[in-house]
Structure formats: structure tokens, C-alpha cells
């Protein structure tokens, strides 16, 4: 495979939606969770979404709760969380492992396409590699995202330019998005 629309998902009812429907736009793919401490990310998340959209921005919102057990709900329960508590309106799709045997094939790709390079410098991101090492062990080589709020920005043309670990400033994102447009 050689771009995110070779891939197929599923939305948060079950029902299958090639990518492809996203192709010619700048896609921001993010694993997150509703009991995380970077769940806030949802808010410049959100308004990103809206400033962007018309010009060809989508993020894709996968839940995942291979992270502390940081996303426990059903779809239904994460998605009326995120639209009360944020106002999300950009595409939640179905909760998904994104580690271990049973990850999504989508973030298998994205991960190989864009490894994870560390958090960064810092007191606090050093406190989450070691946490995030603790959790993600049982995955051994296919511990493919670290943690919550991983973001792979994708090009017009389907392909993986960047990934931003949940500690990146969502300033730099944002940018990153806007030269991608």
C-alpha cells in the first residue's frame, strides 16, 4: 500500500469508508481519548477544523484505549463527550487498537511510513517516555504509537509528511497543517 487511500475504516457505526473519500485534502489522523491528559488537545483541535476546513482540511479522529485505559467508553459515549465537552465536528471514527496484534492496519502504515523519534526534551516528556515505555512493553516491535494524540499529517496526494508526538505545541501543528494546504 502506498498511500492512506488504500485504506478502508470504520466510521464510530461500523460501516466501512475508504479514505479515498478524502482524497485531494490535507488529513490530520489522530488516536486519541476522552481521560487523557492531553484530551484538551480537542480544543485547538476543533478550531483548527473550523479555520481550515474550506480549504481542504479534515481530521480524522480515531479513539483508542490502549493508553491507561484513558478511553473506556463505547463510541456513542466518546463521540456525545467530545461534541458536549468540545464542540467536535470533524470525523470520529470506531475505537481502535493502534498497538500489539491487533492494530488498525492504517496506523501500522502510518507509523512504519513516519517512527516515533522520541517526545522531546524536558522534564515532562522524559516522565512519559517512562510511562509510555511501561505501558507499551506488551507490544513489544509493534508498539507503533506511543501515546493519546499522536497526529500523522497527510498530503494532498495521500502521503505521510510528519508526525507529531502528543507533546508537540499544537502552534507547530497548525503550521505544519497550513504549508501542507
Not at 465537552?85 to 498497538?99: A, C, H, L, R, S
Not at 496484534?101 to 516515533?116: G, M, Q, R
Not at 512493553?137 to 505521510?160: C, H, M, P, Q
Request: hydrophobic content about 35%.
Amino acid at each position: 500500500m502506498s498511500t492512506v487511500y488504500d485504506f478502508t475504516v470504520k466510521d464510530r457505526k461500523g460501516n466501512d469508508v475508504s479514505l479515498e473519500e478524502y482524497k485531494g485534502k490535507v488529513l490530520l489522523i489522530v488516536n486519541t481519548a476522552t481521560g487523557c491528559g492531553f484530551t484538551p488537545h480537542y480544543d485547538p483541535l476543533e478550531a483548527m477544523y473550523k479555520e481550515l476546513k474550506d480549504q481542504g482540511f479534515e481530521i480524522l479522529d480515531f479513539p483508542c484505549n490502549q493508553f491507561a485505559n484513558q478511553a473506556p467508553g463505547d463510541d456513542d459515549e466518546i463521540h456525545e463527550f467530545c461534541t458536549l465537552k468540545f464542540g467536535t465536528e470533524f470525523p470520529q471514527f470506531k475505537k481502535i487498537d493502534v498497538n500489539g496484534e491487533t492494530a488498525d492496519p492504517l496506523f501500522v502504515y502510518l507509523a512504519t511510513e513516519k517512527p516515533f523519534e522520541g517526545f522531546g526534551k524536558g522534564i515532562k516528556n522524559a516522565a512519559l517516555e517512562k510511562f509510555s515505555n511501561m505501558n507499551n512493553k506488551t507490544f513489544g516491535n509493534k508498539a507503533y504509537i506511543k501515546w493519546n494524540f499522536t497526529k500523522f499529517l497527510i498530503d494532498r496526494e495521500g502521503k505521510v509528511i510528519a508526525r507529531f508526538e502528543p507533546t508537540v505545541d499544537m502552534e507547530e501543528v497548525k503550521e505544519a497543517v497550513k504549508a501542507a494546504l
